[in-house]
């Protein structure tokens, strides 16, 4: 049976580059990611105002199903730097962080 997973990313703009970072991202690279199997959903977030402490100023969260989330990685991973998935030299490829996680309970919603 397939499990819910959710793919957290943390990253950031190459200096000087946050308009071509965020165009590439919002516009292409969440599509790509969207067309590998099992994939379900993204979205990107941005920290509400600067701050100096803050590792990363982007997030993106992607939720995918898999009955082996190493596989779907690895799919995904296949893809990375390929034209089924091209990698912008507008983001900090020294400043980014990548974490699966799998559901341990179902998703709640409010009522």
């Not at 165009?23 to 600067?50: C, M, N, T």
């Not at 100023?57 to 990375?80: G, M, Q, S, V």
Request: glycine share 2%; hydrophobic share 45%; net charge negative.
């Amino acid at each position: 049976m397939a499990k819910s997973c959710v793919l957290i990313v943390f990253s950031n703009p190459a200096e000087g580059r946050e308009d071509e970072y965020n165009e590439w991202y919002s516009h292409q690279h969440l599509a790509d990611v969207l067309r590998v199997p099992g994939f379900k959903s993204a979205q990107r977030f941005k920290i509400p105002q600067d701050d100096p402490a803050a590792q990363w100023k982007y997030l993106a969260i992607y939720e995918f199903e898999a009955d082996d989330p190493a596989e779907a990685l690895k799919a995904l991973t296949a893809r990375a730097g390929t034209p089924d998935m091209v990698i912008s030299q507008a983001m900090d490829l020294q400043a980014y962080s990548v974490a699966p996680w799998v559901a341990v309970t179902d998703k709640l919603i409010a009522r």
